[in-house]
């Protein structure tokens, strides 16, 4: 099976169609994070989940230490997977329902122990220091993660322009971009074909 490929950070309709021409596979959507220019209302993610459930790409929530408030919210709104940085606090571990990509990075990369034998935890998101910042990272310090069954899923800065070495030196189950493939009026066709190809050649 080759690399798939999750674009993050959608917010516009027409975003949708540009991941469904170029068959994506994941789509990542920031909630309940006004701190990103990226984040969604409820409303809006309603929109672009009808959209998307005309394909078959997966939809993430991608949320920044969400309260279990929040997490039932996200769960109501029919996400595939939600993505959670920085902090997973007990009460949600207990309590979720959707599989968990769980976000590590530079500073806590180590952490990702702490989960391999958490069923609810499907996959590992390796990320730079700041989340959706495009900034990379150096990726020998993933060189000796064991690969269990957990997705391995690679973000940070990534691009058409570095993607091809990133796949070949990590074999990554999926690659995450959000920064690599925007514009000055957020996602942008060309780039996400570009990307697409680079990844699928
Ligand atoms: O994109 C955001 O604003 C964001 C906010 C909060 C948590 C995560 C966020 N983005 C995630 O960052 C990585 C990679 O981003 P980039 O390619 O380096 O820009 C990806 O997983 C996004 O979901």
Known sequence: MGTKIKICGITRPKEVTMLI????????????????????SIENAKILLKKLSISSIQTVA???????????????????????????????????RLPILKAF??????DYENYQSCSKVF?????????GSGETFDWSILDHIPRDRKLFILAGGLNKDNVE?????????????????????????????????????
């Open 21 to 40: 021409e170029n068959q994506v596979d994941f789509a990542g959507m920031v909630m309940f994070y006004p701190k990103s220019k990226r984040n969604n």
């Open 62 to 96: 991608v949320t920044v230490s969400p309260t279990i408030e929040q997490v039932m919210e996200i769960q109501a709104l029919g996400f595939d997977y939600i993505q959670i940085h920085n902090i997973l606090s007990k009460e949600v571990l207990k309590e979720i």
């Open 105 to 110: 990075h530079i500073s806590d990369l180590g």
């Open 123 to 131: 996959g590992y998101v390796f990320d730079s220091a700041i989340p």
């Open 165 to 201: 070495k990133a796949v070949r030196q990590l074999r990554p189950d999926i690659i995450d971009v959000c920064t690599g493939v925007e514009g000055e009026n957020g996602k942008d066709a060309l780039k996400i074909k570009e990307l697409v190809n680079k990844v699928n050649q």
